[in-house]
């Protein structure tokens, strides 16, 4: 058996040095060692989201769903949201807020494309709404929105504007404070590229007050919880509310230790040269992509093979030591698959997946120029890292 690249959406391409260091210190949370991980961690966190000092940084236990629910803390009884939905994690907030006595409207895209813009502003400038829920990459399709632009439309007319980063912090350019947003989110495990386990959030001072009003959370999620112990351990000290991801934690500091070496300019110039290269290959090899062509990311990207059995392309594609993400979205789902080149992404594993793409499809008894692609891809690649 090959070894496989994990090219799955989440968690994506691994790090050993990252993954393995939420293994070797056998610390507990009460430790040093973790209350300054944890300070670390959530000092970065705010710089890579572009988040200043005005906004609390949180990491809590789960992942980005948690992430996403422990929004509710902010939310008052019967405030009103606006849930803009491209694909299947958008629709994940219909899902969390239908468990809270909040109300909310939908605007939900067509698989591959995005609500514009002034759809969002005109719903919001109409409708009263106390809070807004965006995804800046659409892990169902790979689909970006212009995050910067819709908050810049849409800012008079909504108390609180939600980011959904999960698929796109750390790969992607945040700029929270710039683009005033309140709440930005995302997972350890996306384009952080650390080890699964936590949540992790940055939310303004107008969020924050929020907290004042009685909450409509539950116990674990509810944020009232956490905020006096994320500021502890930004003071230096440490605290317990509920035992949290320790070895996560560990392996988010050692990302973020490598995130401030390569520095955020350079990480998003590479995951988007990376997904570049990935796009010209996938087209070359005669395929399409699933996202409409001003709102493909650089962190995911979803691809057409249409008329086959995808389960076995995947199979294929794992058997050359590539793993790819099946398709989810419910209206596409079985004409695609999906690619993460997030995190630790690098050229080779771009050409990597190319070659087991390639491979696949010949198993499926398809034509393919032997090793367009992969020759495509390698001419955006040399041209982006040619020192
Ligand atoms: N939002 C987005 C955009 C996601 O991609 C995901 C995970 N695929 C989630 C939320 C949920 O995160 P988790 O699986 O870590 O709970």
Redesign the pocket.
Known sequence: MVSRILMH??PSVANYGVLSSAVAPNLGFASLEFNRAMKYSLEQYREVAGADETYTPFIIP???????ESVVSFLPRDSKVLIVTNGV??D?WEGILSRYPVKFKILRAKAGQAIPTNQIAAELREGGYDAVTL??????TGVRIPVKEIASAIRPFVKLIIV?????IGGERMNAAQWNIDICLT????ALGAQ?GA?LLAASGSAMSMLQNPSISGYLLDLRNWAKIMQNFLSGGGGYFATPPIGTVFSLAESFRRIEIETMEARIARHKACSEAFRKGIMEMGLDIVAAEHLRSST?TGVYVEDADIAKFLQAAMARGVEFAAGVHPEIKDRYFRVGHMGWIEPAHIIMALDAIEGALETLGRKVEKDSGKLAAKNVLEKAFSP
């Open positions: 959406v989440g789960g992942g980005g769903t948690a992430a996403m994690f958008g994940r995804t800046q990459v659409e892990t169902s959904d980063g999960v698929a796109s997972a350890s495990q996306k699964a949540g995911v």
